[in-house]
């Protein structure tokens, strides 16, 4: 039978044993120490008493007069960052020297791929806007892609932001504050403007296959409209003809028209069948195939997203 | 063209619709609309795998009318279809084991805008995956940071939200630095199309053209995706973002989001750079040393952690060091590692924060290591879930982690003599700290309570889903440990197809 040691205590299995066990406080004896008080709730709330302690701590440990660690920690940091900063602008500015001038006809990107969205883009895809044709047609699936990058956007500003039934009910006495003051000189310039802005969007949009504009353009100038309009008007005005519940049918409509468009597109263009929607004759109102649908949908699902975007931050809700 | 070879195809468009479909409807509902998509999506990536495998050789399809140079397109070979395969079913489990904290942490009114984040983050997984252009790859690496961001943001609790602003600020420097990145290599190339892009980058390797960006293009680009991936040192946002978001969200970051990045930079160095040129380029040394720099910190910073979660989480910065390690060792061996262990990760990874989950429901949810002692009593099955991630990821044998690390260390043998010694030693000292936090944590829940302590939290009852998706990762586990080689052999010849 082996000796048993004096020191067992502090032997090194002793001390391994009792911290696999959880026995053992790495701070116990080095630091003064108060008992915990028991939390109000579980889990990770955002409100836990023996954090008032820890801000007190924090306080101090950021307080720069006494913590001077913490003050050169800090300049040498705010240095650092514009170090690096001013290095990586460096770098880029040196790879830029060396890339191929803008605009050089021999350059790389001037190559058989530019010149045929060019040269056949009108015959292939319908539309006389060649970026329209490039961005719906040829490259669709970015596009595609792209606008699904506003719908989940939106999507997370609506859980930031959305307020539920009840907050809005309370919301709705402290109104005045969002709600604008009547102004006799905005409505009446906002009534002459509202319809010309709408109008001229809805042109954009039904035009972007044949000058320059489309979905994105167009979209974007109803949203301001909108946006103009609730300003001038209110939210108890504007709630009569779009509500969230308009919101919700016109950009879940439009955005899921776009995607059977896009599985209709994808399936054909791969499997080598005939496109059943006919391409017209470029330069017609109606024609270029499925562009002009798509720049409706986008269009569509754009003025609502600039618009929930506005409204969201302003008051929580539609 | 056999119908099959639409799968992928359909398989992105279909979860983008299932997202945008999801809006107006009640959280039920969607919930019921996203299981089955996640499974319908399973089933048609496994049969792209066995189309992919009956024909030995992958298929590239149009997205549209217009072929290579002009058009989107997307490609699937034996690599790609794997990880879409094992990805979703991971994505399954996830969502299975922790539907019920779903449902607790989130408010009603929210969870159907869960649901469209879940659909789209596997919408644009799957499309970086499969995508063989590069402008493709860089929109739906937008859409994933979104959805990322939303998924840890949605509890609404002050710490979840600190997280997704500290996820967000560290991702968008990354997709900033993989933009600029692009940029500049479509300027030299003038193709989008990795094809395209890689013939032109050998045209112009061979005429000693554009040496200088090309040097800054491998880096931004390499760089950008390590940071959104989590490597050592830009791994700050991981504890929080893992730690306080709900544990469907962490068991989907820490298993799937970072993951598919260090796919698509792989997918970058072969399918456009090419890999000789990432060789000569250097750029794998520097990963390899944050590689290894990450796999002792992560480690040392997991043993320090205090409550379980947060443990986990730095044992990913970990791994993910492991990752980057094999891909930093320039062989095509390491590089079998490293995809190898994408696999292992993503399959303990999620089991245990699903185990973690199910032992802390039954601790009165809390934390800390204390309350903890004696769950895998009284709740077995997550008790016994836990025990097969730990020991997966300490590495013994019979287990996917002991394979990983066996094919890392195979591979260390073969690469650059200097590498060696090197990479052997942080291997084992690595494992050493594996070993002492996971073995720490499951002595812990297996120690039974003392009598008085009284029964804090009595016994635990898990929903089927939950149990079923314990069940089936454990299985995975056991799977990809007991037969590696044919695994091993789809790798190396998915990661042969991509040349």
Known sequence: MSKIRDDYESSLWNRLTRWVDGETDPYQGKMEMQPLREADVTGDSVYNPDRLDRRKVDRYLENTEKNKEIKAFRILYSLGSVALCLLLIAVLLLAVSWLPVLGDPNGPNNNEVSARYVEKGMEESGAVNMVTNMILSYRGFDTFGETCVLFIAATCVIILLRKNEEELENAKETDWKYEPKPDAILQKMTLVLVPIIFLYGFYIILNGHLSPGGGFSGGATIGAGLILYVTTFGFHKTQRFFDEKTYEIVKVGALSLYSVTMIYYFYTGANLIESRIPLGTPGNILSSGMILPINIFVGLEVACTMYAFFALFRRGGM | ???????????????????????????????????????????????????????????????????????????????????????????????????????????????????????????????????????????????????????????????????????????????????????????????????????????????????????????????????????????????????????????????????????????????????????????????????????????????????????????????????YMGIGLGTEAGMVAAVFHILTHAITKSLLFLSAKGLNDVSGRKKNFRALQGAAFRNPLSGAAFLVGSLSMVGIPMLAGFISKFLFATAAMGANPGKVLITLIVLAVSTILNAIYFLHTVIRIYTPLEESAGTEGSRGRMSVGAAAALFCLIFLNFALGLTSQPVTDLLQTGIEMFG
Request: net charge neutral.
């Open chain 2, 1 to 323: 063209m056999s119908f099959v070879e639409n799968f992928p195809c359909f398989s992105i468009v279909l979860c983008m619709a299932a997202g945008i479909l999801s809006t107006p409807m009640k959280a039920k509902q969607a919930k019921c609309m996203t299981m089955g998509l996640v499974v319908l999506v399973t089933c048609l990536s496994f049969g792209t795998l066995l189309h992919v495998l009956s024909t030995g050789s992958s298929f590239v399809y149009t997205m549209g009318r217009f072929p290579a140079p002009w058009g989107n397109e997307i490609r699937a070979g034996v690599l790609e279809a794997l990880m879409a395969t094992i990805f979703s079913l991971v994505m399954l489990c996830s969502l299975a084991g922790g539907m019920d904290h779903v449902f607790r942490d989130i408010a009603e009114t929210r969870i159907n805008l869960y649901f469209i984040l879940v659909d789209l983050l596997l919408s644009s997984l799957l499309a970086i995956i499969y995508t063989n252009d590069l402008f493709t790859a860089y929109v739906f690496v937008e859409i994933n940071t979104i959805a990322a961001c939303g998924m840890i943001m949605i509890r609404r609790s002050g710490r979840s939200l600190i997280a997704a602003t500290r996820y967000m600020v560290m991702s968008l420097i990354g997709s900033g630095l993989f933009l600029i990145g692009l940029a500049m290599l479509y300027d030299i190339t003038g193709h989008l199309l990795m094809e395209n892009a890689h013939e032109a980058m050998i045209r112009l390797v061979q005429a000693g053209q554009y040496h200088m960006p090309l040097l800054v293009i491998i880096s931004f680009i390499t760089v950008g995706l390590a940071i959104k991936s989590g490597l050592y040192p830009f791994h700050s946002w991981m504890p929080d973002a893992y730690g306080y978001s709900t544990m469907s969200s962490s068991s989907i970051l820490s298993s799937l989001v970072s993951k598919s990045y260090i796919i698509l930079l792989i997918k970058i160095f072969y399918r456009v750079i090419g890999f000789d040129n990432m060789i000569s380029s250097k750029i794998v040394d520097v990963l390899f040393v944050f590689g290894l720099v990450g796999m002792v910190m992560g480690s040392v910073s997991a043993i320090m952690a205090k409550d379980i979660y947060r443990m986990i989480a730095y044992s990913s910065i970990a791994q993910i060091g492991y990752v």
